[in-house]
């Protein structure tokens, strides 16, 4: 069986250990680290000069505690749906439905729990089993029918818009119990006595803290486990040094305010559980083979067409997440919500390293992805850019990103 992509670092051929010295030194160490990492590694940087860039230029408005709260609750729903996309993208397929999904299941919450009074948690898990159902519609149409899944997606796209205008009659319906609002609102409850910190929020960065840097020391013995060359000591600490004090930045910046945000625990538990699971697990490894070579996968034993499958019933599940936590923050089901969300879904995958081809692409990328394009919009808007401006300035990001994935491939191919 062909050997699956990694999530995290793409392959490189083994090689003996040799010291520093004997191979460059510590500089050509650091150059092939990068050059081997660079998808990984490019998009993180990009984001921090993006960030640099309009923190300077908005005075520091950009890192102000109630806008980064206000940036991560805008742009939730779209890092729901890149995290979908981009395992649709690694499978070799394309999602053209998952903006007219949201508005549907939207719309359809809004009609269980407004107009006929059902219990919120009642009508928020039948809202995520209609998406299950509606993924499953598409994915039998791609998976075993055979049909191409642009095709399929674009005409799941004009179905479930028009359901909603159906659902809705062409009128907003609104409100949602209160409980429901604080899926997109709301912030973790304050606990134990009092601080000038949010006291869970404090908790939590220093668990995703201890978390990141058992992560670092265990992909350090598996790559000496591969026999491949190591990042020297003193660069390893200068990474995690980096680590921690972006986490603790960001941990102290929530905690200043009302805390951590349950839309961000909601994009945690995501990045954890499908990280873990494209990483690790068959399911995973199978989806990365089927997208860089279906072919050899299916000739390999894999279950193509059950990986597909699955692939876009997970994608339903996510758009009917990111339709209730939209519904949750607009507090009303509209005819005109989730326009455009699938572009800036698919947009927010390119950008943050899935290759047109298949194959390639990380969850972690997705989310960073995502918060390129967030960062770009909110900082953009707060020095003035008109949205005609922005609306350019995006697609030539997203152009330069996927241009870089190609070049990229031509170096790797000579």
Known sequence: MAPSPTLEVEPQPPTKKQPAAASG?????????????????????????????????????????????????????????????????????????????????GAASAVMMVKHGMPWPVALVAALLIGAVAGAWQGFWIAYVGIPSFIVTLAGMLLFRGGTQILLQGRSVAPFPKGFQKISSGFLPEVGPYTDYHNPTLLLGLAVLVLAVVQEFRGRRKTAGYGLELLPMGLFLVKLAAITAAVTAFTLLLASYHGFPIVLLILGVLLVAFGYLMRNSVLGRHTYAIGGNEPAARLSGVKSKRIVFLAFVNMGVLAALAGLVFAARLNAGTPQAGINFELEAIAAAFIGGASASGGVGTVLGALIGGLVLGVLNNGMSLVGIGTDYQQVIKGLVLLAAVGFDVSNKRKIGS
Do not use: C, E
Not at 72 to 97: P, R, T
């Open 25 to 105: 030194g510590v500089g050509a160490l650091l150059v092939q680290a990068v050059r081997g990492n660079v998808r990984q590694y490019g998009m993180i940087v990009a984001l921090a000069l993006i960030v640099v860039l309009f923190q300077i230029w908005t005075d520091g408005t950009l890192l102000k505690p109630l806008n980064v709260t206000n940036l991560i609750q805008q742009n939730s729903y779209i890092l729901i749906l890149a995290v979908g996309m981009m395992i649709v993208i690694i499978a070799g397929h394309i999602d053209l439905s998952v903006g007219s999904l949201a508005a549907f299941v």
